[in-house]
């Protein structure tokens, strides 16, 4: 009898401490801006594992889909259960305004602090960098942020404006917090006659076709461009780099949360991460390999970023950077 009530006892311990896939149903509505094709990958690997789930999704742009989302607040209705967006300061924003719902026992442990929201409200996804394309015809070829002020570099640059990138405004905050000569460093590319139009993908043309010879881009495009044969270099600066993250957040008027909090572990989860490699980005997991055409991960340099103190800041870095250039 003994016996029998120990095996009982631990086969209902085991299954409380298994995972709850089972457990784990109902409707789900994902508003994201990843690509479509890399946000019904993400869907179909989680329904994998959660085959009660049914997951929707809208998605465009982030200043898009946080447009939708404002006009559901003040609606009074919003669907979205979970968001997955460009940057972390997007998520401040809403955490300041009191939108979003903590995952407290989100596990964090494989991950380095700073990454993540520490009071568990957003999460990161990837690392998508920001640095400098050149063309392989340049005769200069760029190894750090000081190198885009030099004279070869003169009406030769273009870049995204953070007047309406919010990935370029990340970018431009994190460099004139880390680098020495702060906003004067715009200033000297200003000086140099740098363009700031234009999204990524404009920039990559402009440098692919020799247009410009350098640019500021997000990593992925000029590395797999170069793979296709493009006459593009992408250069992680030694200075460091910039950062976005993908942020995940589940908001607190979500009707499912228990499916909700499944879907940022499974993001989360050593195979979610292998997901974002699989779909050609660095993952935030510091034990995912690198997609192929990357440098190893110790030689990729991560500028430091506050995305709370970047939220205090964002208007007068852009009121800054347009007394610069326009």
Known sequence: MQRKALSAFIIAAGLAAAPQAFAVEGKLVLYTSQPNTDAQQTIDAFKAKYPKVDV????????RV???LKAEFEAGAPQADVLLIADAVTMEGLKKDGRLLAHDKADLAAYPAGIHDPQKMWFATKLITTGIVYNTKAAMKPASWADLTKPEAKNQLAMPSPLNSGAA???TITLTSNLGDGWGFYEKLKENGTLAAGANGDILRQVATGEKLYGMIVDFMPIREKAKGAPVEFVFPSEGVSAVSEPVAILKTTKNPEAAKAFIDFLLSKEGQELALKQGYVAAHPDVALPAGYPARS??????????????EETAARKRFGSIFE
């Open 56 to 63: 929707s999704f809208v998605r465009d742009g982030t200043p």
């Open 66 to 68: 946080m447009a939708k």
């Open 169 to 171: 405004l990340i970018h």
């Open 299 to 312: 030689a990729i340099k991560l500028m430091a970023f506050d995305a709370a103190k970047a939220l205090t």
